[in-house]
C-alpha cells in the first residue's frame, strides 16, 4: 500500500551527479514505496533542481532504521557546529 506521505522543501545547497557538481534548490522527502532499494517502505530523498531539468537529481533511499539514525547523527553534528562557532566568536 502506497502511504502517499511525502513533502517538498525549499533548499539551498550543492550535489554532485555522475559528470559534475549543480546547485540544489528543492527536496522531496517521501516515505512510500522506493525504486531500488528491496524494502516495503522507504525514506525517500531527492535533492533536486528543478530549473536544471532531470540530470540535476541525487536520489537516496534509506532504510527507517538508518534514516532516524542519520537524522540524529545531523541533529547531534550541528548541535556540535554551533557550540564551536560560538567558542570561536
Known amino acids: 500500500m502506497c ?5 517538498k522543501v525549499q533548499i ?4 554532485k551527479s555522475r559528470d559534475r ?6 527536496t522531496y522527502v517521501s ?3 522506493p525504486f531500488h532499494l528491496q524494502r516495503e ?3 525517500n ?7 536544471l531539468g532531470t540530470g540535476a537529481r ?5 532504510t527507517p532504521e538508518d534514516a532516524r539514525e542519520l ?6 553534528l550541528l548541535d556540535e557546529g554551533a557550540e564551536v562557532e560560538a567558542g570561536s566568536a
Open 31 to 33: 516515505f512510500d514505496h
Open 3 to 7: 502511504t502517499m506521505i511525502a513533502e
Open 21 to 26: 557538481w549543480f546547485p540544489i534548490a528543492q
Open 71 to 76: 537524522a540524529t547523527t545531523i541533529l547531534r
Open 45 to 51: 530523498l531527492d535533492f533536486v533542481n528543478e530549473e
Open 12 to 15: 539551498a545547497g550543492s550535489g
Open 41 to 43: 517502505h522507504a525514506l
Open 58 to 62: 541525487v536520489a537516496v533511499e534509506l
